[in-house]
């Protein structure tokens, strides 16, 4: 069964921080992985997909990285701002079959950026 | 934004009676999914669709239902509502092409007394 683990659970930095989010999963056996933006009371807005065969994913500010063989995601954000604050989730998704679209979240880093 | 529809926003209910949670999507994309998000659990699958009529089952399927009659339309049951299915349920719409992202509506929450 696949698993997905964040870290950290929650981060708090001042505006203008570079930081570093993390999310590692348990088989690496994946179609794809995505990152997602959740602002408290709403849904997920999606930030970067990476393909299995892919190594990094850029938009703007945001860059994803892939390592499948060693089962690790990163999401590095530049120059922080207070409109990043959110929560952010990882989501891998099951190869093949039907278990393509399926997706399996880690539970979120809680992101706040203060003036 | 993915035009995702959910319906209701939120419900209160009483236990013991069913309850039928719908998505509608604008997108025409084939793949439909429903989530539901509880704290300590993050977001669990419950139920997809790959088709019209063709559904399978999730991660946390037990004691729900769905529904697939046209490729707009999702719908969720829940039979017979327990306490433990208060949650807030999520649908998701995507392509079958693997560098398209899924996309999910604003949620629904549902309390079960």
């Known amino acids: 069964k696949q698993e997905v683990t964040q870290i950290p659970a929650a981060l708090s930095v001042p505006e203008g921080e570079n930081l570093v989010l993390n999310c590692s999963f348990t088989?690496?056996?994946?179609?794809?992985l995505q990152w997602f933006r959740q602002d408290p009371g709403k849904g997920l807005t999606s930030l970067l997909l990476?393909?299995?065969?892919?190594r990094e994913q850029t938009s703007g500010r945001l860059n994803a990285s892939l390592d499948k063989s060693s089962g690790r995601s990163t999401l590095y954000i530049a120059a922080s701002q207070p409109g990043d604050s959110a929560t952010y989730l990882c989501a891998v998704s099951g190869a093949g079959g039907t278990s393509y679209g399926k997706l399996t979240f880690g539970q979120g880093t809680i992101l706040t950026v203060h003036p | 934004d993915a035009g995702i529809t959910q319906s209701p926003r939120h419900k209160v209910t009483e236990t013991g009676t069913p309850v039928t949670l719908r998505c509608h999507q604008t997108e025409n994309h084939r793949y439909m999914y429903w989530y539901r998000q509880d704290p300590g659990h993050g977001l669990r699958l419950i139920h997809y669709s790959y088709g019209v009529k063709d559904t399978d089952k999730g991660e946390v399927s037990d004691g729900y239902s769905v529904s697939r009659s046209k490729t707009e339309d999702f719908l969720l049951t829940l039979e017979s509502a327990t306490s433990s299915q208060t949650s807030v349920y999520f649908c998701?719409?995507?392509?079958?092409?693997?560098?398209?992202?899924?996309?999910f509506g604003d949620g629904t929450r549902l309390s079960i007394l």
């Open positions: 998701a719409i995507s392509e079958v092409i693997s560098n398209q992202p899924q996309h």
């Open positions: 088989d690496s056996a994946i179609y794809n």
């Open positions: 990476i393909q299995s065969s892919q």
